[in-house]
């Protein structure tokens, strides 16, 4: 079946780091990529996507693109700020015959702190 | 626009009580899923509903049911409530077309005891 990992274990970063959060997939057929992002007390934000090989998700200075080749979509920021601070989620969505019914699998969430 | 509602927000339940909780989507969107979030792990995928008919089901035992209504708002169904099932439960709607993407709610804590 399809799976999603991310790296372990708690990110802390100082503001203006850089960053990557790694994701790695396995699944049947092409499926669609996402992060999803999840603020203390919420539910989720879908932060960026990409939806077929090469294709490189953008958003509020985040970005990952789809790499079918080594199976990753890692997140990257250039220079992060507190107000990143969250939980963030990789996640692939299967398709079935060209669609997708809107199933979702999660990795198991990554934590980013970042300190003034 | 509204985004996707989801309530109550909070609740606390005793072991063998019933729950229902309740999700209405996106305006025009047809298709809901539901995801129960335990505490530090990922969202797990329990069910999805489209035009009224279950598209999908996760690994999750008979207790849970869902159902969809004619204005797609949705219901999940617990059962004889077990302490395991203490989580955030996660309601998402997509407009079901091409590269559809979900749009969460704000979810659902529940708190068995």
């Known amino acids: 079946g399809n799976s999603v990992t991310q790296m372990e274990g708690p990110v802390t970063l100082s503001e203006e780091a850089f960053l990557t959060i790694n994701c790695t997939y396995t699944?049947?057929?092409?499926?669609?990529l996402f992060w999803y992002v999840q603020y203390p007390g919420e539910g989720l934000q879908l932060l960026l996507k990409?939806?077929?090989?090469?294709d490189k998700g953008s958003n509020k200075g985040f970005e990952a693109t789809y790499r079918k080749e080594t199976t990753s979509f890692h997140l990257e920021k250039g220079s992060v700020q507190v107000s990143d601070s969250a939980v963030y989620f990789c996640?692939?969505?299967?398709?079935?015959?060209?669609?997708?019914?809107?199933?979702?699998?999660f990795g198991q969430g990554t934590i980013l702190t970042v300190h003034p | 626009d509204a985004g996707v509602t989801q309530s109550p927000t909070h609740l606390i339940k005793t072991r063998g009580q019933h729950v229902t909780l309740r999700c209405s989507p996106i305006?025009?969107?047809?298709?809901v899923s539901w995801y129960q979030q335990v505490l530090g792990q990922g969202p797990q995928f329990i069910f999805q509903?489209?035009?009224?008919?279950?598209?999908g089901r996760g690994n999750f035992p008979d207790r849970f049911s869902a159902r969809q209504f004619p204005n797609y708002s949705s219901e999940l169904n617990v059962n004889a409530l077990l302490l395991g099932d203490s989580a955030l439960y996660l309601c998402?709607?997509?407009?079901?077309?091409?590269?559809?993407?979900?749009?969460f709610g704000q979810g659902t804590r529940l708190t068995v005891v």
């Open positions: 998402a709607s997509s407009s079901l077309s091409g590269n559809t993407e979900a749009f």
């Open positions: 699944a049947t057929g092409y499926p669609s």
């Open positions: 996640a692939l969505s299967d398709r079935a015959g060209g669609t997708s019914y809107g199933k979702l699998t």
């Open positions: 509903y489209y035009e009224k008919e279950e598209r």
């Open positions: 990409a939806t077929k090989a090469d």
């Open positions: 305006s025009g969107h047809k298709s």
